[in-house]
């Protein structure tokens, strides 16, 4: 292993480190490891004079500004000439060798190192001027702010977010329609944000493509031993491989069975000059220059018939077209679905249910129709929503016809509420998915909560649908029949009231004794008397039961399920009023969520951080240098072990 490569270990090793003990309270190491392991990645640094962004020994300042700067480029950035055609790339090689490597989806950077220090770092822009992003890029996960060569060095790189990231990030967004569309739209907004602490929560990467300047040194008239100077200064180099005339279209082929496992998104290939001289001695077009080209994957299609257009409705009021046709066989992947996006699109292929289409995988990914071979433009658009069955209307949206349900009630934009309510702290139903909860909103079998009670009446539907079958169907039944039987917090819970947590929830329903009648006839005044319940959550608590629609949709969701006793072991002294953090490991209950049921079903409250409110914090590492442990230390708040915690729950360790 290289020096660089044990600098990128040791700096991710102790990353996750930190972040496991200062985020989520537990320890993947001693302090005396840790301690060991900084000391070395320090002297490495030191002696290899390569320090990467997100190193532990640097801290990133963040900072904020009204507008980028705008700077022009010394050269222009041209774009590439493009190709589909293999035998055409092969033939532009001729019988030199040239470098072939991922033309990566994202946003063009150009960096400049002084001195051995990140100087500056310029977007693409429109080729000729670029916006300055100096302090976004020193936020890049992988960007080396220190490299050991102490001359100017220029260099042009592609910013990326990897697939893996993209869709961690938007698993952190319940709100689907919130969620980002791609990687590239989500990389191209951060690199060039405002605030870069915005590009630092998104995890950009940067990958070295291309060697502009590098003063005072040989590089052979080699463009790949440009590439592996880059590698040695720390920087992430783009994949590529050396090729002939010989040998090119195999290792295409080899680019092409790679592209669906590749976890940073790309939309071709590049391939460049070897011969650095030969490759400037060709000079420019006025667009494009010589000594390289794209080469852009040529789409699989494949022909077959469309049967069905689906009306998707969604939060926004937008109802989405999805064509579904006979299953086919596309880059590796059978496909029978394929989202239409508008009414334009519908329009302007001329599509008809019975028509012989076209598709193909957009950049080897995203199903599409290419064309309508038949062109029968019989498809009716629906005057009526078919999650709500009001009236739809059809509105132009920047130029383009979209079809609207203007219904504020519609139960599709009431989404967000229905994945609350089968969530494992309200009804816990394994099996409704967000995305199965909007088929199911869109098909009109759900429309409010008591409907998902009664979905046994669309069972054949349901079996037949895309990724279900009659074991899914039963899975998601008997998930069904077993959260009919609900303990009171909960059912107030997934009722989805503003500010009204599970806890609060508790609360409330062991101060009325889980009488469903009073809580719901409590005034703002009488849930204030609710230690815990503040004049907020008192309002709006309040206020939700005096809607007459949501006493209607309670009642009917009351006749659907059993009522039962919250369990709660009553006010143990000691605890009841109390109120507890938890930290760290647990060896007795299964999670920290089984102890702060514990703690609440006796009349204490968990609360997430340590202040001058606590009580206890709970932690099996008294002397454990976490963050909590120092924040109790300074309040006096005190430490105890679940061992002890147990105790006072009247438990057996």
């Not at 239409?340 to 008809?352: D, P, Q, T, Y």
């Not at 739809?392 to 009431?414: F, G, H, M, Y």
Request: aromatic share 8%; with cysteine; charged share 30%.
């Amino acid at each position: 292993m290289s020096k660089t490569d044990r600098i990128r270990e040791l700096t991710a090793l102790l990353n996750r480190a930190s972040r496991a003990y200062y985020q989520e309270d537990t320890e993947i190491m001693s302090n005396y490891e840790y301690d060991r392991l900084y000391d070395e990645l320090k002297e490495l640094e030191e002696e290899t004079g390569t320090v990467f962004s997100n190193s532990p020994t640097v801290r990133v300042g963040y900072e904020a500004v009204d507008d980028l700067p705008r700077e022009a480029h010394e050269e222009p950035m041209l774009s590439l000439d493009k190709t589909k055609s293999r035998e055409e790339l092969r033939d532009w090689l001729g019988d030199k060798e040239g470098l072939l490597s991922w033309k990566l989806d994202g946003l063009t950077i150009v960096l400049t190192y002084n001195n051995g220090e990140l100087s500056k770092a310029v977007t693409r822009g429109n080729g000729e001027i670029g916006e300055v992003i100096t302090p976004n890029a020193r936020t890049f996960i992988n960007l080396p702010l220190r490299i050991p060569y102490k001359g100017e060095l220029i260099l042009r790189g592609e910013a990326v977010i990897s697939y893996t990231d993209f869709e961690e990030l938007n698993l952190r967004i319940a709100d689907s329609e919130a969620r980002y569309k791609n990687p590239r739209n989500l990389c191209s907004g951060s690199v060039r944000a405002l605030n870069s602490e915005v590009t630092a929560q998104r995890r950009v990467r940067l990958k070295a493509f291309s060697l502009v300047r590098a003063e005072g040194v040989d590089f052979g008239n080699r463009r790949s031993a440009q590439l592996e100077f880059l590698k040695e200064q720390g920087f992430e180099v783009v994949e590529y491989y050396r090729v002939t005339a010989g040998d090119i279209l195999e290792r295409i082929r080899f680019f092409a069975e790679a592209v669906s496992d590749y976890d940073i998104p790309s939309d071709g290939l590049v391939l460049t000059y070897e011969d650095i001289a030969y490759g400037l001695s060709l000079g420019r077009t006025a667009k494009f220059p010589r000594n390289s080209i794209a080469f852009k994957w040529a789409d699989e299609k494949a022909e077959t018939v469309l049967r069905e257009i689906e009306w998707s409705p969604s939060r926004t009021g937008l109802i989405n077209p999805i064509a579904v046709f006979d299953p086919v066989e596309l880059e590796g992947t059978t496909v029978k679905r394929a989202s239409v996006h508008n009414l334009s699109i519908i329009k302007s292929l001329r599509l008809g249910i019975g028509d012989r289409i076209t598709v193909y995988k957009a950049n080897m990914i995203i199903p599409q129709i290419e064309e309508d071979l038949t062109g029968s433009g019989n498809i009716r658009i629906p005057d009526s929503c078919p999650a709500c069955g009001e009236g739809t209307e059809i509105r132009q949206d920047n130029d383009v016809e979209v079809l609207i349900c203007p219904n504020p009630s519609c139960p599709a934009k009431k989404l967000k509420g229905f994945v609350l309510f089968v969530s494992r702290d309200a009804m816990n139903i394994d099996g409704l998915s967000e995305m199965t909860l909007e088929k199911f909103i869109g098909r009109g079998f759900i429309s409010e909560p008591a409907d998902i009670f009664r979905l046994h009446r669309y069972r054949d539907e349901i079996c037949n649908m895309d990724g279900f079958g009659e074991k899914s169907y039963n899975n998601l039944i008997e998930s069904i029949e077993k959260a009919r039987h609900i303990e009171t917090a909960r059912l107030i819970y997934s009722l989805g009231i503003p500010n009204t947590g599970l806890s609060n929830a508790r609360l409330i329903c062991r101060h009325f004794g889980d009488d469903l009648n009073r809580i719901r006839k409590a005034s703002e005044e009488e849930l204030t008397l609710i230690g815990g319940i503040g004049e907020v959550i008192a309002g709006t608590f309040s206020s939700f039961f005096r809607d007459a629609e949501n006493n209607r949709v309670l009642d009917d969701l009351l006749s659907e399920v059993i009522i039962e006793k919250s369990g709660d072991s009553g006010q143990i002294e000691g605890i009841a009023g109390k109120t507890f953090v938890i930290t760290g490991g647990l060896h007795n209950f299964s999670n920290r969520s089984e102890l702060k049921d514990a703690i609440e079903k006796a009349g204490g409250r968990v609360a997430g951080s340590v202040s001058s409110n606590t009580d206890y914090l709970v932690n099996n590492d008294i002397n454990s240098n976490s963050s909590k442990n120092k924040k109790a230390k300074e309040l006096s708040v005190r430490i105890i072990t679940e061992d002890e915690i147990m105790s006072m729950l009247g438990e057996e360790p």
